[in-house]
T-cell receptor
Framework: DAGVIQSPRHEVTEMGQEVTLRCKPI?????LFWYRQTMMRGLELLIY????????DSGMPEDRFSAKMPNASFSTLKIQPSEPRDSAVYFC???????????FGPGTRLTVL | AQSVTQLDSQVPVFEEAPVELRCNYS??????LFWYVQYPNQGLQLLLK??????LVESINGFEAEFNKSQTSFHLRKPSVHISDTAEYFC????????????FGGGTRLMVKP
């Protein structure tokens, strides 16, 4: 079974550009999570979907960030416009059920110059 | 709201020595508890979890953690570490009654020296 798939693995962009990160959850999982990891702030939950519906987006830093889940097998996290302080590793995770393990993807390392 | 405190940001230890990584949580509701491990340049992997039942849980690679409700702790231990255990370890908590949103601690970097 393939795990959670994220693309791209690395992204380097310039300040002001739009960035789109992609995630394919494990087939059959009904919950999807986007996290951001930085040295300063550690691992932060950005947004959580259940059955493709956003349940909690209180962790989304500001209006420049948006996330969508058009179907059960695909989600995007978009940053527009990007800023240097958005540089981080972004993880997607999926799970099934309230007590199920969250399975993490390999992450996307974003560098905004 | 829940919070997780990992008291040590780094733990250096010699190979074959025992180790304990500390985790304390704060919550007003029943919780599930997790330890995740992150190897360099990889995503997080579940190491072990406590949902209910026996308060002592074990992983397949020799780690164990004990849920202590009175002390609100979930410390991770291993009697003899290997070089390959060098990684960052994250403790996490979720509300047992309200879905599976995880709150993570700040992480502990375990550095095993030969």
């Amino acid at each position: 079974d393939a795990g959670v798939i994220q693309s791209p693995r690395h992204e380097v962009t310039e300040m002001g550009q739009e960035v789109t990160l992609r995630c394919k959850p494990i087939s059959g999982h009904n919950s999807l999570f986007w996290y951001r990891q930085t040295m300063m702030r550690g691992l932060e939950l950005l947004i959580y979907f259940n059955n493709n519906v956003p349940i909690d987006d209180s962790g989304m830093p500001e209006d420049r960030f948006s996330a969508k889940m058009p179907n059960a097998s695909f989600s995007t996290l978009k940053i527009q416009p990007s800023e240097p302080r958005d540089s981080a590793v972004y993880f997607c995770a999926s799970s099934f059920g309230a007590s199920d393990t969250q399975y993490f993807g390999p992450g996307t390392r974003l560098t905004v110059l | 709201a829940q919070s997780v405190t990992q008291l040590d940001s780094q733990v250096p230890v010699f190979e074959e020595a025992p180790v304990e990584l500390r985790c304390n949580y704060s919550s007003s509701v029943s919780v599930y508890l997790f330890w995740y491990v992150q190897y360099p340049n990889q995503g997080l992997q579940l190491l072990l979890k406590y949902l209910s039942g026996s308060t002592l849980v074990e992983s397949i690679n020799g780690f164990e953690a004990e849920f202590n409700k009175s002390q609100t702790s979930f410390h991770l231990r291993k009697p003899s570490v290997h070089i390959s255990d060098t990684a960052e370890y994250f403790c996490a908590v979720s509300d047992a009654n309200a879905g599976n949103m995880l709150t993570f601690g700040g992480g502990t970097r375990l550095m095993v020296k030969p």
